[in-house]
């Protein structure tokens, strides 16, 4: 099935997004497994639709009773929606678009930052983007956005809206969550309940090295999905000792995904797109157009968010002043376990990882002190 909005463009853009189905049926649409990813060809973000001024759906898959009238395409079996839900419909949509355009507008308020707009969504519980864009403003954002992945040679990525199916609940763990995440790749890896953080320094040593990899062997064997944030340093070695073991791995960055930072770990990420998971929260627009030194403000984020995707982070080797400090604390936060290697505690040049021990983390002598400190539901 294809969806092709109005209006035209110099180039086609291709985009994974969940159909566009009435918001309060999205979680027990996703439940029932009916309802396939749609590789849908957008052109443009239409403002015109012809069910009413409450009703943001296209005529030909809108009109109140129509959507329960309508063949809504299940392959060969071709049955209609109303097979499975012959209730009444809600008349409020999600567009994947709709709302990648209003997330990209909102960044683009000079105030605008992951708390503030968490706290936006704070007051307004249940709302969503668009809810707070005018619609111009989030088509035009759609466009400019779209057209920065296009430039990279992006064709095909999807976006998660907190509101609709697949939206990772765990997110909301976060003190600041976040409302809209980018990512390319094999999204259905965020299920993995068996998913665990390995973060660190980007100024890895010889030692450290040798102890990442040998960590992620372990994890591999154990059949967990593996997640880091391609930094340079722990990050790079996690995702490309994971591969080497045949894991699996996601990767969360900090920058948009039309950008690579550091540029030599541009085709690791190219090849954790293709064959696994890239997840980004950054704004595209924002990040392109501010000053580049305030760009570095988005990596702490995304360890926020790294932390909440997961079950727990295990610290291989970090300095007192190391971002993965704000993950060890963000996780501690939200109620997730935190393992620090022994050889941290053996460091005489750092203070850090005795504090995190009061506070709750676990020192890891060996790997079994890992799997045997997280909850049996989840091993």
Same mark, same amino acid.
């Given at each position: ?52 001024? @409450? ?39 999600? *567009? ?33 983007? *668009? ?127 039309? @950008? ?19 997840? *980004? ?40 002043? *190391? ?57």
């Amino acid at each position: 099935m294809k969806v092709r909005a109005a209006g035209q463009l110099p180039w086609e853009q291709r985009f994974y997004a969940r159909a566009r189905m009435p918001r309060s049926y999205l979680s027990t649409w996703e439940m029932a497994q009916r309802w396939p990813v749609l590789q849908a060809r957008v052109v443009s973000l239409s403002s015109r639709y012809d069910c009413g001024p @409450t009703c943001r759906m296209p005529a030909q898959t809108c009109g109140n009773e129509r959507w329960q009238n309508t063949d809504m395409g299940f392959g060969e079996t071709n049955l209609a929606y109303r097979d499975y839900f012959p209730v009444p419909i809600a008349r409020h949509p999600i *567009s994947p678009l709709e709302e990648l355009g209003a997330y990209e507008a909102l960044w683009k308020l000079p105030d605008a930052s992951f708390k503030s707009i968490a706290e936006l969504f704070r007051k307004h519980p249940g709302s969503v983007p *668009s809810e707070h864009v005018d619609a111009v403003d989030a088509a035009a954002a759609a466009n400019q956005a779209l057209g920065y992945l296009s430039a990279a040679g992006i064709e095909s990525f999807g976006v998660r809206v907190h509101g609709a199916g697949e939206y990772p609940l765990r997110l909301r763990d976060a003190k600041e969550p976040i409302e809209l995440l980018y990512y390319r790749g094999w999204w259905d890896l965020v299920d993995s309940h068996r998913s665990i953080a390995v973060v660190g320094t980007r100024e890895i040593s010889d030692e450290g090295l040798r102890r990442t990899r040998k960590l992620v062997r372990e994890l591999v064997r154990h059949d967990f999905t593996i997640v880091s944030g391609l930094a340079r340093g722990v990050d790079t070695a996690v995702h490309e000792a994971t591969i080497e073991a045949g894991g699996r791995t996601i990767a969360v960055v900090g920058t948009p995904l039309n @950008t690579c930072y550091p540029k030599e770990n541009r085709d690791l990420q190219e090849r954790i797109a293709r064959d696994f998971l890239v997840i *980004s929260q950054i704004p595209i627009i924002r990040y392109a157009q501010q000053d580049y030194r305030l760009n570095r403000l988005f990596f702490p984020e995304r360890n926020k968010t790294m932390s909440a995707l997961t079950l727990a982070t295990v610290i291989v080797e970090a300095g007192e002043t *190391s971002g993965t400090l704000i993950q060890a604390q963000a996780a501690l936060e939200q109620n997730r376990k935190v393992f620090i290697l022994d050889s941290c505690f053996q460091n005489a040049a750092i203070t850090w990882p005795a504090k995190y021990e009061k506070r709750g983390a676990i020192r890891v002598h060996s790997f079994d002190d890992i799997p045997k400190n997280l909850p049996v539901s989840e091993l």
